[in-house]
């Protein structure tokens, strides 16, 4: 073009470097081989130049603003980014509005901090409405994160128990070994352990624990997860105190079922009565053997006429508590013997050889005192 403009209005930069070339040389020819250039201004250069000089000034200017302003939200966009790595989601992206890729790269940006944003406080909400008490530990044993529940189960403030050690809620000793057995186990379920709470109380809990780890399942944390079980333990006390006080009751009505009864000096009857099972067998032996040497009985007469039930099991009771008492040196003598234990005895086999037997404890009685009397006349 005849007037060093191209059509869209800026200056033909190829056609206005040759003339500023031409000049810096001082060359008269090159203005003369080209008689279409513009008339030269007072200072002698062709108006193209300094249109050309203009125009690049302005380029330059705005360039140089777009560059600012560009690196200015690229520092906004940064800080935006570390502040997301670090959690912070309340930080947003400014959008311009002049439409670029810096305002859609600010765009999708927000787009991802509602996302984590929305993601974030679902699952706070989870972890808010857990019954459990919920705590987070760093790799060095500082407390990360507590939910609501583990903050009223142990009496503190969110801000209060943040970064500090493991101690201030588990026992020193317990902290240690449950951190380092969760890094090596992975985890542990349902483990009775204690709470301490900021007033220094002890809780007992049930334990869960598990690890946190990266995609390069690289140990990042442990999560604590405990549940109260103080009512459980209240439970299992009071459960452990009545089924003592139920045995002592069992005992007693087993001592009373089986009551020794001295009826003269050197004698002592056992009457039975009911069903002799295992335990009241025992019973039964221990009975005669106690009341046999604190009186120093030389006849024990254990009555079995109210024995209910007769079977082998009470048979063979009935002999244990003989050979016993044989062996501390007394007499014994039976009596009630029914036909029903007659039988059982013979279907044992049962040796009684040494053994008085009496079909009524009143016949048992006459035989021990006349026994006991022909023992004194002897001496």
Not at 124 to 133: E, K, P, Q, R, Y
Not at 202 to 217: E, G, K, Y
Not at 276 to 287: C, F, G, K, N, P
Request: a negative charge; one cysteine or more.
């Amino acid at each position: 073009m005849s007037d060093g403009a191209q059509s869209d209005g800026r200056p033909d930069l190829g056609e206005i470097a040759r003339v500023l070339r031409d000049l810096a040389a001082g060359s008269s020819e090159a203005h003369a081989a080209r008689p279409a250039a513009a008339p030269a201004t007072d200072g002698g250069a062709p108006e193209p130049a300094l249109a050309a000089l203009d125009w690049l000034a302005e380029e330059l200017s705005a360039l140089r603003s777009f560059k600012a302003k560009a690196s200015a939200r690229l520092a906004e966009l940064t800080d935006v980014a570390l502040a997301v790595a670090s959690l912070d989601y309340s930080r947003k992206a400014e959008i311009s509005g002049d439409v670029d890729e810096l305002d859609g790269l600010a765009a999708g940006m927000n787009m991802m901090i509602e996302e984590l944003q929305s993601s974030t406080s679902f699952v706070g909400n989870i972890l808010s409405a857990m019954s459990d008490a919920l705590l987070v530990f760093h790799m060095d044993g500082s407390i990360r994160s507590a939910n609501r529940a583990a903050l009223e189960l142990l009496g503190y403030e969110k801000g209060e128990i943040l970064e500090q050690p493991a101690e201030r809620v588990l026992k020193a000793g317990a902290a240690r070994s449950l951190l380092e057995r969760a890094r090596q186990a992975r985890r542990i379920v349902n483990e009775e352990s204690e709470l301490v709470t900021r007033e220094g109380a002890v809780i007992p809990v049930a334990l869960s624990v598990s690890t946190l780890r990266d995609a390069q399942d690289e140990l990042q944390g442990v999560v604590l997860a405990a549940r109260d079980i103080t009512e459980q333990k209240h439970a299992e006390a009071e459960r452990e105190r009545l089924e003592a006080a139920i045995r002592r009751q069992a005992q007693m009505l087993m001592e009373l079922s089986t009551p020794l009864i001295p009826i003269s000096e050197g004698t002592v009857v056992l009457p039975l009565v009911g069903v002799l099972d295992a335990d009241r067998a025992a019973q039964v032996i221990e009975t005669l053997l106690r009341g046999v040497s604190a009186h120093g009985a030389r006849v024990a007469i254990l009555d079995v006429t109210g024995v209910s039930e007769v079977d082998e099991q009470v048979a063979s009771a009935i002999l244990r508590a003989v050979h016993a008492t044989r062996l501390v040196g007394a007499h014994i003598v039976l009596t009630g013997i029914r036909p029903d234990l007659a039988k059982a005895l013979v279907t044992l086999e049962i040796e009684l050889s040494g053994v008085t037997t009496c079909g009524t404890l009143k016949d048992g009685i006459v035989y021990a005192e006349s026994t006991l009397g022909r023992r004194r006349g002897a001496r």
